[in-house]
């Protein structure tokens, strides 16, 4: 599920899988539209966007298979949990979007989940291109070397 952070009562419900999985090449920042009982169960932390997409469609962009828990006190009229979302953002950012990613092997990834300063949950996606085996190995190499140089310069003071 999703990270809460104490010091701030900040909601962020990252991806981790993406960085691993995609090059994320263009962010874009994107509010969805929500009922309410699903803004309350991400404000509770309860939401996850493992193996989530966007995809484009009539001119609308629209997360697929985002998980938002039912709400506990909500009624008869709860949310499905796994229903399409419609993601806001204005025709220029749509159509830069639409155009890259109609190129092969490209496609929009969702990566963090967050609530902003006015109290709406926001998206930020990624247009992306898939990684081959042997990248994912080379940056896990450089990640692992980080860490590494991380250590020793650590141990030197």
């Not at 009624?75 to 109609?102: C, F, M, P, T, W």
């Not at 709406?120 to 990248?135: N, P, T």
Request: glycine share 8%.
């Amino acid at each position: 599920m999703g990270k809460i952070d104490n010091k701030s009562n900040r909601i962020n419900i990252k991806n981790r899988k993406a960085e691993h999985d995609f090059l994320l090449l263009d962010k874009y920042m994107a509010g969805i539209v929500l009922t309410g009982t699903e803004i309350k169960s991400i404000r509770a932390g309860k939401a996850s966007l493992v193996d989530t997409f966007c995809y484009i469609h009539n001119g609308e962009v629209w997360v697929k298979n985002m998980y938002v828990a039912h709400y506990d006190q909500g009624s008869y009229n709860n949310h499905v949990e796994r229903r399409d979302r419609k993601l806001l953002l204005n025709r220029k950012e749509i159509g830069k979007i639409q155009s890259a990613v109609k190129a092969p092997g490209f496609s929009i990834v969702p990566t963090l989940l967050f609530i902003d300063g006015n109290g709406r949950a926001k998206l930020d996606i990624y247009v992306c291109r898939g990684k081959k085996e042997f990248d994912k190995r080379e940056s896990l190499k450089e990640k692992e070397d980080r860490r590494d140089m991380a250590r020793q310069f650590k141990r030197s003071y």
